[in-house]
């Protein structure tokens, strides 16, 4: 299976990966094969039954906006967060739906969006099944998608005939583990980014990969500057008040007296001001999940504002390569996935990711960025995930603040020693996912422990 860095890193809107990029990947997609098989004419009716996770912490998550959207045909990284509240109301309005905009049809948000809390499909706690009827109320096609984390997905066919989940390339370093990633370093003398590089140019040229990486990272970069200027309360009813932009005055005025390091406190600004405006529905990148999304633009963002301009170019792509290139082993060996393996596999692999990523453009040679990623992850090893109500909010927004300052941490602290060390980035990656697979479903994204059930006693 081969990963690219733009499969780990896709511009699409919040709360979550897997609770709405992914279902609205798969409502296009489903929409994408009746129009094939059958021309979008012959559809008189749909009906989605939303499994496990999905189904329990679906509504928090906006599943039931995102799921429209992409039966509109709206793919994630062109959905204009700012419509979706109108377009819902006139769905409900008119109790009808344009496949692709192009074909109405009935279409009640009530009664053909079903969540069923009862079951779970066989592969997968983030499963949905999709039916379509002609006009004589028969089903004429049903498919079953998962959503897999971090916005992938896999339908049923995929899997019955084990087709891999993303198109299967020769790349020059065909890396599976992170001891195999650092033999390929050291035997052509390249960095992880470097190696990331060389294997992307499969897909596409450098001038391309440089353009795509550097609007990926713009898209970033906005959603920390919308995030730090937007006040207000978060939608879901937790009455969640945006607190970035109160730190963000905070930390403005605390500078100028240029007396005390506000590196943590910037850290913990910008990685809430993506998740708040991933709270809110807004345009963030996956990274690797939504959940996780403040994580990485955090950490770059403010390695950034350590730097001279004109290196940033430079120093975006080579954080996000290296980024990916360590994200890919966590996809690969294990999951990125809240409702498979917890927090953990979100928050993390992200703070792994950016670990490995800063000691990399801080100069740090390969066992040393190794070294960061590994101690990203080991102290995140056994978190859960138990979103109060389903939204991804509390404890979400400001896990991503500490585990941007963990990661930096974690950078630095590598940097010090010489990259030896006991537990290989290897072992943690295994780890992790044994230690989700033994973790209980109640906090694995179900919202049935935890936070999730005892907060109103607190
Ligand atoms: S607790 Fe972690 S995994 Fe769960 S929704 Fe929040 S960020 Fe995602």
Redesign the pocket.
């Known amino acids: 299976m081969t990963v690219s860095i733009f499969d780990l890193f896709s511009i699409g809107i919040g ?2 990966s897997s609770h709405t990029v992914g279902p609205m990947r798969a409502a296009r997609t489903f929409v994408e094969k009746l129009e094939k098989q059958f021309g979008l004419a012959k559809i008189q009716g749909l009906q989605i039954t939303l499994y496990g996770s999905l189904s329990l ?1 679906g509504k928090g ?1 906006g599943t039931d906006k995102a799921l429209v959207l992409g039966l509109l045909g709206v793919k994630p990284e062109e959905a204009e967060p700012d419509t979706v509240p109108a377009l819902m109301q006139q769905i409900h309005t008119t109790q009808t739906l344009a496949l692709f905009k192009q074909h109405t049809l009935p279409f009640s948000l009530d009664k053909d969006i079903l969540y069923n809390d009862h079951e779970t499909l066989p592969h997968h706690v983030n499963g949905m099944l999709f039916r379509a009827y002609d006009s004589s109320a028969s089903c004429i096609a049903e498919n079953i998608f998962y959503s897999i984390g971090g916005g992938f997905i896999v339908d049923n066919e995929q899997l019955q005939h084990k087709r891999p989940l993303t198109v299967t390339k020769k790349v020059p370093y065909p890396y599976e583990t992170a001891k195999q990633l650092m033999d390929f370093c050291n035997a052509d003398n390249k960095k992880i980014s470097e190696i990331v590089n060389a294997n992307e140019l499969i897909w596409r040229d450098q001038g391309e990969i440089d353009s795509k990486i550097l609007k990926i990272w713009k898209t970033m970069a906005q959603s920390i500057e919308k995030g730090c200027s937007t006040k207000g309360i978060l939608p879901g009813g937790l009455e969640v008040r945006r607190r970035a932009p109160v730190l963000y005055e905070k930390l403005t005025e605390q500078d100028k007296t240029g007396n005390q390091d506000n590196t943590m406190g910037w850290l913990n600004c910008f990685a809430m001001a993506v ?1 708040e405006e991933n709270a809110a529905g807004g345009k963030v990148v996956t990274a690797p ?4 999304s403040g994580i990485i633009p955090a950490v770059l963002y403010y390695h950034l504002t350590t730097i001279p301009k004109s290196e940033h170019e430079a120093h975006i792509c080579q954080f996000l390569l290296t980024a990916a290139g360590i994200g890919v082993l966590y996809k690969k060996r294990a999951s990125i996935s ?2 498979e393996v ?2 953990q ?3 993390g692999v992200a703070c792994s990711m950016a670990s490995g990523a800063l000691a990399e453009v801080l100069g740090g040679n390969v066992y040393q960025v190794e070294n960061a990623a590994e101690i990203g992850m080991e102290h995140h090893l056994g ?5 109060i109500n389903g939204l ?2 509390i ?2 927004i400001e ?2 603040g500490m585990a941007a300052v963990r990661a930096v941490n974690a950078a630095r602290l590598a940097l010090m020693e010489d990259g030896q060390h006991i537990v290989s980035l290897d072992k943690v990656i295994k780890t992790m996912m044994k230690t989700g697979e033994d973790m209980l479903s109640i906090y694995k ?1 179900t919202s049935q422990g935890g936070l999730a059930v005892n907060h109103p006693e607190c």
């Open positions: 709360p979550s912490t998550h998740n999940t939504n959940g996780a809240g409702a917890g927090c596999g979100e928050v978190l859960t995930c138990d979103p991804v909010q404890p979400c896990r991503n994204e």
